[in-house]
């Protein structure tokens, strides 16, 4: 069994930083991409950004320049840097990482809660 488990969510006033953590463990013998998606009240759940085991980064647009996404390799965490947040962050972030363990396999956690508020 795999678990990702996700920290730091809260409330953060527009322009304010937030840094998502994500901790993964269980039976894993390698990790490939980890990624974070987030979901808005009533919209999709959508890609936020992704870092491959190579390093290969990736963001949404609307985060570029925002937003920065790096990984521990050796302890199989993965972070999370929000800055310049806007209202429009507002939605659960997700952690996501494609395990191997017996397999290859996808794993969630359960979410944390970015609230961008005045």
């Known amino acids: 069994q795999v678990q990702l488990v996700e920290s730091g969510g809260g409330l953060v006033q527009p322009g304010g930083s937030l840094r998502l953590s994500c901790a993964a463990s269980g039976s894993i013998v390698s990790i490939n991409d980890m990624g974070w998606y987030r979901q808005a009240p009533g919209k999709e759940r959508e890609l936020v950004a992704i870092?491959?085991?190579?390093?290969?980064?990736g963001y949404a647009d609307s985060v570029k320049g925002r937003f920065t996404i790096s990984r521990d390799y050796a302890k199989n965490w993965a972070y999370l840097q929000m800055n310049s947040l806007k209202s429009e962050d507002t939605a659960v972030y997700y952690c996501?990482?494609?395990?191997?363990?017996?397999?290859?396999?996808?794993?969630w956690g359960k979410g944390t809660l970015v609230t961008v508020s005045s």
């Open positions: 996501t990482a494609r395990v191997q363990t017996d397999y290859v396999m996808n794993y």
């Open positions: 870092i491959t085991k190579g390093g290969y980064i």
